[in-house]
């Protein structure tokens, strides 16, 4: 019977040099009422900051439930691997669907039995290639979340418009302890599922029910030359797997997803704005200089985070601002990193295969 699979041609060519074969694309859903959910949230609109922990445990039950029956439909099909895990949410006709989608693997060498799950992974068959070459044996998908809220803000923040410029610290310290919260969970998923370490994560921020959730994907795997688990917290990593493959390469190893954020409040910022609201051209210094402040403060604290775990480097450092009513998020992300004797690559140079981008062929 033909394969249906989600799988490009370049992820077919590269998962064949590591001894898989293309399996059908499988699926896992679980569809909650929304009625319940978006009650949570509207009581928890004035609350300061923080979790919300009846929220974040809803959400988690159902990306868990999709996931475990995409994983059970993958066994069911006798898979070795599944690649490409996805674990969404979307929203329809009042109710809101959680999905994950991926495409299973079989050994190249299987003659139609009955093979074992050995991990699932939330990279591509390229990143997977990537990862596996770089000494990465995958494990398990993972994920950490946190629902917060931000629902006080705003009136909190009336009062504030008169302030000098500057960080907001009560805010700086409530998203900074919600976004670790994130990474201490996808951390213990991974140790739970023997992993020393969680590399390609990706992270995401979307607005839900009157919250928010920061969500944190990435892929349990194991690495000879890092540290025991039971020892030592898994180490994470936000680099693409090709990053991390040319990083090993040429001897660093990753240590830990580092981040920050620094809060700054928009009352100060719209009275700037509100004085230069006649000019019709021109910077505008105050704004300048504010926001580049809040970047350096945000960067610093990444650095302080990594000198004290002693990384030798912070690569793929990326900023991201958000509004969240009145407020200001200024967050810097990226990968704390150490030299290794232990890192090599089994392969001296990636295929042409790893690192094409597929082109999308579907032009709507």
Known sequence: MAIMTGLSGNEIYCLALKGYRPGDLVIGNSVFSMGFIGGLGASWQGVLGGEIEQITNIIHEGRVASYSRLVHEAQQRGAVGITGVTNELTHFHGNIEFISVASALHGADAAGGREKLEFTSSANGQELYCQIDAGFSPKRFVFGNVAYSIGAAGGIMGALKSMARGEIKE??????ETRHLALERISKE?????????????????RFEGAHEMLMIGTAAHHPALPDVALHRPVTSDLTCEEMWNLVSIGYLPLKLVLSTAVYSVGVVGGIK?????????EINELTTLVYDAREHAIDR?????DAIGADDVV???????EHGSLLEFMAIGTAVKKSDAAKTLS???????????KDTWIG
């Not at 990444?302 to 990594?306: H, P, S, V």
């Open 316 to 322: 793929g450092i990326k900023t991201h601002i958000h």
């Open 274 to 282: 509100a004085t230069f609201s006649s000019l019709s051209r021109g």
């Open 190 to 206: 991974a140790s739970a599922a023997g992993g020393n370490a969680v590399v390609g994560i990706e992270t995401r921020i979307m």
């Open 171 to 176: 805010f700086s310290d409530v998203f900074n």
């Open 348 to 358: 001296p140079t990636l295929p042409a295969q790893a690192i094409i981008r597929d």
């Open 302 to 306: 990444l650095k302080r985070e990594a």
